[in-house]
Nanobody
Framework: QVQLVESGGGLVQPGESLRLSCAASGRISSIYSMGWYRQAPGKQRELVASITGNSITNYADSVKDRFTISQDNAKNTVYLQMNSLKPEDTAVYYC?????????WGQGTQVTVSS
């Protein structure tokens, strides 16, 4: 099994930045890639960004040029640097890890962008 723990969420004003962290533990070697998803109230969960083991990244169009996903393999941690935050970025952000035995999710961290 894989355990994922997110951190770094909070309340910020529009235009400000946040960095989310997702620390993985357990069967790390079984992880294919890591991804950040978000779910706003009344909306479906959506992919924000993903990164493979060899650091190939993918972003949703709505966050390109504002968000950056990265990983520190020594710490088994994936980061999501979020700049120029907008009110529409408000959501619960989840970390996901597809593995050889299934996909695992973290518990989520709330990001609220409001003036």
């Amino acid at each position: 099994q894989v355990q994922l723990v997110e951190s770094g969420g909070g309340l910020v004003q529009p235009g400000e930045s946040l960095r989310l962290s997702c620390a993985a533990s357990g069967r790390i070697s079984s992880i294919y890639s890591m991804g950040w998803y978000r779910q706003a109230p009344g909306k479906q969960r959506e992919l924000v960004a993903s990164i493979t083991g060899n650091s190939i990244t993918n972003y949703a169009d709505s966050v390109k040029d504002r968000f950056t996903i990265s990983q520190d393999n020594a710490k088994n941690t994936v980061y999501l640097q979020m700049n120029s935050l907008k009110p529409e970025d408000t959501a619960v952000y989840y970390c996901k890890a597809p593995t050889t035995t299934g996909s695992y999710w973290g518990q989520g961290t709330q990001v609220t962008v409001s003036s």
